[in-house]
C-alpha cells in the first residue's frame, strides 16, 4: 500500500537558520512527488513537485527538495527560514500520470524570533 | 496557472441540515476533480474522485449517501454533506488539474 512517513510532527528552528523536513515514502514504483505549505484554516499552497529527471528541484519562496530513491526520501529545505515561513507542510505523493494524492502526517514549522 | 475556487471559505449548519461546497476550476476545464478531507490536526484523506457527466467514484470507507458529489459541468464540482452531524464537522479541500488546490472550507456542525 502506499504511504507517506514525515517522522517530524513538530519543528523549532530560529530565525535565518536551515531548515530540513523528512519526507519518506513507500511505493510501487517511483511516483510524482510534492510539498505543500497549509497555513491555519488556509488551502494547500503546492511549493514544489518532482517527476522525473534532476533529483533535486527548486520550488517556490526558496525552498528546494531533493529525491533519494535508495533512501525513498524526499526531504525539504530552505537554507534560511523567515518568520512567515511558520506554517503545515505536507509530503505527498502520486501515482504518474494521475492526479489523486497520497499525503503524510505534516509537520509543523514553528519559527523562533 | 491553474487556479481553483472553493466556496464558502467556512460554514455553520445545525445537526440535520445539509450543506453544498462548491469547487470551480476557474481558467480551465476540469473532467476530475478531487474531494479531500482533513480532520484537525490531521493530514488529508482522499474521499472521492468526481467525474464530469458521471458518478464519482469514491475511497472505501466513505458513504456515499452523506456525501453527494455532483459533476454537472466541466467547471464545477459540488459536494453536498447530507443530515449532517457533528462528526461531519471538518475542514473540506478539492482539487483539480496540476495539483492545485482550492482554498478549502471549514464545516462545523452544531
Known amino acids: 500500500a502506499q504511504s507517506v512517513t514525515q517522522p517530524d510532527i513538530h519543528i523549532t528552528v530560529s530565525e535565518g537558520a536551515s531548515l530540513e523536513l523528512r519526507c519518506n515514502y513507500s511505493?510501487?514504483?517511483?511516483?510524482?512527488l510534492f510539498w505543500y505549505v497549509q497555513s491555519p484554516g488556509q488551502g494547500l499552497q503546492l511549493l514544489l513537485k518532482?517527476?522525473?529527471?534532476?533529483?533535486l528541484v527548486q520550488g517556490i519562496k526558496g525552498f528546494e527538495a531533493e529525491f533519494k530513491r535508495s533512501q525513498s526520501s524526499f526531504n525539504l529545505r530552505k537554507p534560511s527560514v523567515h518568520w512567515s515561513d511558520a506554517a503545515e507542510y505536507f509530503c505527498a505523493v502520486g501515482p504518474k500520470g494521475a492526479q489523486k494524492l497520497v499525503f503524510g502526517q505534516g509537520t509543523r514549522l514553528t519559527i523562533n524570533p | 496557472g491553474a487556479v481553483v475556487s472553493q466556496h464558502p471559505s467556512r460554514v455553520i449548519c445545525k445537526s440535520g441540515t445539509s450543506v453544498k461546497i462548491e469547487c470551480r476550476s476557474l481558467?480551465?476545464?476540469?473532467?476530475?476533480m478531487f474531494w479531500y478531507r482533513q480532520f484537525p490536526k490531521k493530514s488529508l484523506m482522499l474521499m472521492a474522485t468526481s467525474n464530469e457527466g458521471s458518478k464519482a467514484t469514491y475511497e472505501q470507507g466513505v458513504e456515499k449517501d452523506k456525501f453527494l458529489i455532483n459533476h454537472a459541468s466541466l467547471t464545477l464540482s459540488t459536494l453536498t454533506v447530507t443530515s449532517a452531524h457533528p462528526e461531519d464537522s471538518s475542514f473540506y479541500i478539492c482539487s483539480a488539474m496540476d495539483w492545485v488546490f482550492g482554498s478549502g472550507t471549514q464545516l462545523s456542525v452544531l
Open positions: 511505493y510501487g514504483a517511483t511516483p510524482y
Open positions: 481558467d480551465f476545464q476540469a473532467t476530475t
Open positions: 518532482y517527476f522525473s529527471g534532476d533529483t
